[in-house]
């Protein structure tokens, strides 16, 4: 960890380096980490980049207001009320027009008391601009409990390019309930991938996309395992408005003794909509659950939707397969799961993709 | 190489294969002939040990070493190695990696898996899934690719010709006679084979030692193998196996 956040604790450092967190401004445009309700760093290296604290943001901005609570309702649920706090806290972060930034956005939230974390972000990517992020939440070692109650509001304007990654970390006894929705304007991209691969006692969450614009695109990824006693909802929604506009919605469970609810919802909203959504899912353990739940929706005769969906256990034939090439068992079965899980997400730049197998790798001997 | 003895195997409680007797030398290759559903696959999955596949009597001796109870990577691990007829897609898993892995098993250079991949025209393949979206000829050229890369003594081979384009049995054709020595002089052969084929097209590329028909899943006829293609396209299965079988019962009456 560099010299940046030096007043961290130690054992906070070692937690974020053990969940992978790249603090390091050589490879990173901006960073933050807030720990409860504190933001300890907010620093940008690239003059494309804009990060800082939400509350900084909401004085430094009079325009920000026009952003905040606009695609989240303040009332849509008893959790984005109790976020409408004066203590919240958050980033926001904004790739300025015209620029692409080649290094991502690493942005931390870190629970380490036993309370409610309430974080709102706002994240916008001017017309033109590139921006990705990868944001990482982990929990203390050994918090007993604790809740995580996070908004996020992202927008991604004219023809700009946002891709964000979000590895959640959390531990058993930890409930996280975030609460993200984004606005995508004409010939806008927004890339979302959702891996959370750790115990944790519920995760909660349902994204919605509005592709407003023509010609956007959204292509929401998730690969899920939940280990024993785990139980994560989550899922995709996107809403096609816009002319020539499509959606993709990928996901991949793997319970190994938790329950899954993976949902998935594409709103045919435009005479042209296109969308595909794809969910598989792999039980590694007698106990725990996947539950599927595709939902398409057109509302006009040329929409174009489709879905797929199948969940079942893991090859007997594919596994005897490897071992006729020489794998044992166990490492057949660690391939399988690692080509389950590894979803080929366009448009990602390769230290993102390093990162999902990292997280892949970290979690695979638990899983065998 | 391979003894074969008195062996009996069932699937899913039927049996399907019936006292089968089968001795394959070091640098020995045969060819396995045989009707559609007659046991030639259920023979090569027992061999290589599918757990689908049981053994109810007899023994394989591989190497001197009765294998019966070994699982399929332990027999691998001793030199068998198998190209499937109809491989399952494993998505996700890149033919590269797997090359890799066949690579580090055999202990073959790495730098080797690009020059096998360019002489099987795979080199397009190896960032794919594997098998997933392959063609027929694809899958045919993979599954030999990993075999080069694993290098195994005994190759068993599951219709390497089937549903194949005469220019891709050709390329498929040398990478056999490659993995089998067949291009080597007759005493300098240290690999055996075993191959299924149906129409024979790859015989023209591989010089076979013997054939073999099975039929209803015990071995039938043994004889030259170009002489049972010849014999098969004239008189199909049913006439070569009848007149064999009287020949098979008169050796019996003597
Ligand atoms: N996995 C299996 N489960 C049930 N029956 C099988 C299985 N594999 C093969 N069989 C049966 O065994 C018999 C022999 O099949 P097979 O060995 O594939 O024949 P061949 O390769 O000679 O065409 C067939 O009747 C086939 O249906
Ligand atoms: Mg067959």
Known sequence: ?368 | MLRVVNLGAEVEGTPILNHVNLYIKEGQTYVLFGPNGNGKTSLLMTLIGNPSFKITYGRIIFKGQDINDLSTDQRVKMGMGISFQYPPKVSGLKLIDMLFNCAKQSGTDPSKIYEYAQMLNMEKFLNRSLNVGFSGGEVKRSEVLQLLTLNPDLVLFDEPDSGVDLDNIAIIGSAVGDLLDRKKNKDDRKKSGLIITHQGHILDYVDADYGLILYKGMVACVGDPYDMLDEISKKGYEGCVEKCLKGFQNSIKT
Not at chain 1, 51 to 67: C, E, P, S, T, V
Not at chain 1, 329 to 339: F, H, K, L, Q, W
């Open chain 1, 1 to 368: 960890m560099p010299e940046r956040i030096p007043k961290l604790d130690k054992d906070i450092k070692d937690k974020l380096e053990k969940v992978g967190i790249e603090m390091d401004k050589e490879k990173r445009s901006a960073i933050f980490l807030q720990v409860d309700q504190n933001v300890e760093t907010s620093s940008s290296f690239a003059s494309g980049v804009e990060m800082i604290g939400i509350k900084q943001a909401l004085g430094k901005y009079d325009w920000l207001h026009d952003y905040y609570w606009k695609v989240v309702s303040k009332d849509k649920d008893q959790y984005t009320k109790e976020v409408d706090v004066e203590d919240v806290n958050g980033y926001f972060i904004r790739s300025l027009p015209g620029t692409k930034v080649d290094f991502p956005v690493e942005a931390c939230l870190y629970l380490k008391s036993p309370k409610k974390q309430k974080v709102h972000n706002i994240i916008i990517a001017e017309e033109n601009s590139e921006l990705n992020i990868i944001s990482g939440c982990a929990s203390h070692p050994g918090l007993t409990t604790g809740m995580h109650l996070g908004i996020s509001e992202f927008y991604v304007k004219k023809n700009a390019k946002l891709s964000f990654t979000m590895i959640h970390n959390w531990e058993t006894n930890i409930e996280v309930r975030p609460r993200s929705a984004a606005i995508v304007e004409d010939g806008g991209i927004y890339i979302s991938n959702y891996i959370i691969m750790n115990p944790v006692k519920i995760v909660q969450s349902y994204p919605t996309v509005h592709l407003n614009g023509d010609n956007s695109t959204a292509i929401m990824s998730s690969i899920i395992v939940a280990m024993d006693n785990s139980i994560v909802d989550t899922g995709s929604r996107v809403i096609i408005k816009g002319k020539g506009s499509s959606a993709e919605i990928l996901s991949r469970a793997i319970s190994k003794g938790g329950t899954i609810y993976s949902r998935g919802d594409i709103v045919g909203d435009s005479p042209d909509a296109k969308g595909h959504l794809e969910c598989m899912g792999m039980m590694l353990s007698e106990q725990g659950s996947i539950i599927a739940i595709p939902e398409l929706e057109a509302k006009h005769p040329n929409v174009d939707l489709s879905h797929e969906a199948a969940i079942g256990k893991i090859a007997e034939e594919e596994i005897f397969y490897l071992m006729s090439r020489g794998f044992t068992r166990d490492e057949a079965t660690a391939a399988i799961v690692r080509g389950f899980l590894d979803i080929e997400i366009k448009g990602l730049p390769i230290a993102l993709k390093k990162k999902i197998d990292e997280a892949i790798n970290l979690v695979e001997r638990e899983l065998i």
